[in-house]
């Protein structure tokens, strides 16, 4: 079975804080997203990688960056947190970019920002 | 602009059949794709049409017609457990575009 795992389930952080949310995947999979959750807004892509050292932009990558060094590990950086960030963060990885293949979640971090 | 449409929620017994509707509006098209979120929990891969058709997974079957632009997701026997948000996601170009959920009420 695929294994995604967030590093933290919960955090807060306060406005301008540089936040680091990392993601691990144990399957070899090629690709990795990170989306954000909110009420009434669905799953939105902030950024994606298809391969290490790779990234593209989702659709609300402004003020978040992403690393990715390792092909199990996929970070998100919010540079400077502010209280629109708040959110449900998920992360998701794939297998290969031929065709269409599910994706797999995480259980998600819940980031507040005061 | 992409956009996907289903309703916001759907209400139903143990027992029951309840089909949850999905339409979309997008270009380069690939396939639909359906997930199910419990509340608190992740989203998880419930099934992908890429072609005309249904596609029949246990008690869940998923329908595609890429002509009307039209696709739903069908569960059978409903259980309690399957209270949950249902997502609707477009394939293109290797992303997924996801409708803002349906959230399915089970009621004994």
């Known amino acids: 079975d695929v294994k995604v795992t967030q590093s933290s389930r919960y955090l807060v952080k306060r406005t301008g804080e540089k936040v680091f949310l990392e993601c691990v995947q144990d399957m070899d999979h090629e690709n990795m997203f990170w989306y954000r959750q909110d009420p009434g807004l669905g799953l939105r892509l902030i950024y994606f990688s298809y391969d290490v050292k790779m990234k593209e932009k989702g659709d609300i990558p402004e003020g978040y960056s992403v690393s990715r060094e390792k092909k199990e590990r996929f970070s998100l950086i919010l540079e400077s947190a502010s209280t629109n960030q708040t959110s449900m963060y998920l992360c998701?990885?794939?297998?290969?970019?031929?065709?269409?293949?599910?994706?797999?979640f995480g259980d998600g971090t819940r980031l507040s920002i005061l | 602009g992409q956009s996907l449409e289903q309703p916001s929620e759907v209400t139903a017994v143990e027992g029951a059949i309840v089909q949850i509707n999905c339409t979309y509006q997008?270009?380069?098209?690939?396939?639909l794709s359906w997930y199910q979120q419990h509340d608190g929990g992740a989203p998880t891969f419930l099934s992908y049409?890429?072609l005309d058709g249904l596609e029949e997974t246990g008690r869940f079957s998923s329908f595609l017609s890429r002509s009307d632009s039209y696709g739903y997701l069908l569960l059978q026997e409903l259980q309690m457990k399957d209270s949950a948000s249902y997502f609707c996601?477009?394939?293109?170009?290797?992303?997924?575009?996801w409708g803002l959920g349906t959230s399915l009420a089970v009621n004994p």
């Open positions: 049409n890429a």
């Open positions: 998701a990885s794939s297998l290969s970019r031929q065709g269409y293949q599910p994706q797999h």
């Open positions: 997008t270009s380069g098209f690939y396939g």
């Open positions: 996601a477009v394939i293109i170009n290797r992303k997924l575009i």
